[in-house]
């Protein structure tokens, strides 16, 4: 009989049932989804509840937003981001665009900073400009697979934040990331009429018997939570 892979319980309420208590530790996870469907929120609800409940210190590396954008984003929910970051539970580093360069040659600094603050968690938002740095499709491939096996270096819970479009009844054309990750999650904002639904499917888990269904999501103000046992409309 195998031995069950060790897990990293998310900290999104109704996401762990679908798979097996959570997310393998030590793997990297693809979060992918249109723009306004929560990822930036699923990240770091997954480093708040690392650090609030589980005493695993979290690092949040951007490409996108700023720290002070970041946290005044985040108000809304009650997650007391300032004294995590004082007390370094949470760590946020930003890279602008044009220095990803920069970020790929800084592998050894990153390394001794997860080593010295103790760091579990870590979320890349978004992962694109890593990926859109190579020239050629070939290029991409080969710089997303050593990308992957620095972090997977790293030892952290990962996830990997991207774009990408679709709906529920038809999957997004994917990128190198979400192919070579150990695990992919889907997250819909879905126009129903009038009004817009939210969904949460997970596409594949390695290692893990996960739910296949595509499940109703809310962001309220305690955050994301995923509703397993509710039905999504048929989209038409």
């Not at 609800?45 to 954008?69: H, V």
């Not at 739910?211 to 046992?229: A, D, L, R, S």
Request: with cysteine; glycine share 10%.
């Amino acid at each position: 009989m195998l031995t069950p892979l060790p897990r990293v319980k998310t900290g999104v309420p109704g996401l762990d049932d679908l798979i097996e208590g959570g997310l393998p530790r030590g793997s990297i996870t693809t979060l992918s989804g249109d723009t306004g469907c929560g990822k930036t929120t699923f990240g770091v609800q997954f480093l708040y509840a690392g650090a609030s409940k589980y005493e695993e210190n979290g690092l949040y590396i951007s490409f996108d937003e700023k720290r002070r954008q970041m946290y005044r984003n985040m108000g809304r929910f009650d997650w007391d981001l300032q004294k995590l970051d004082r007390d370094k539970k949470i760590v946020f580093i930003e890279y602008p665009p044009f220095e990803v360069d920069q970020f790929l040659q800084q592998e050894s600094i990153i390394r001794d900073l997860i080593d010295k603050v103790g760091i579990e968690r870590l979320v890349v938002d978004s992962i694109l400009p890593l990926v859109m740095v190579y020239d050629t499709e070939k290029e991409r491939r080969e710089g997303t697979l050593k990308v992957l096996e620095k972090m997977k270096n790293w030892g952290c819970t990962t996830l990997l934040i991207t774009e990408g479009g679709g709906s529920i009844t038809q999957d997004p054309q994917r990128t190198w990331v979400e192919y070579l990750s150990d695990g992919l999650i889907y997250l819909y904002n879905i126009r129903r009429k009038n009004y817009r639904e939210r969904a949460l499917e997970v596409v594949k888990m390695r290692g893990v018997l996960h739910e296949t269904k595509v499940c109703p999501m809310k962001i309220g103000e305690h955050g994301i939570e995923v509703f397993p046992g509710q039905q999504l409309f048929d989209e038409k």
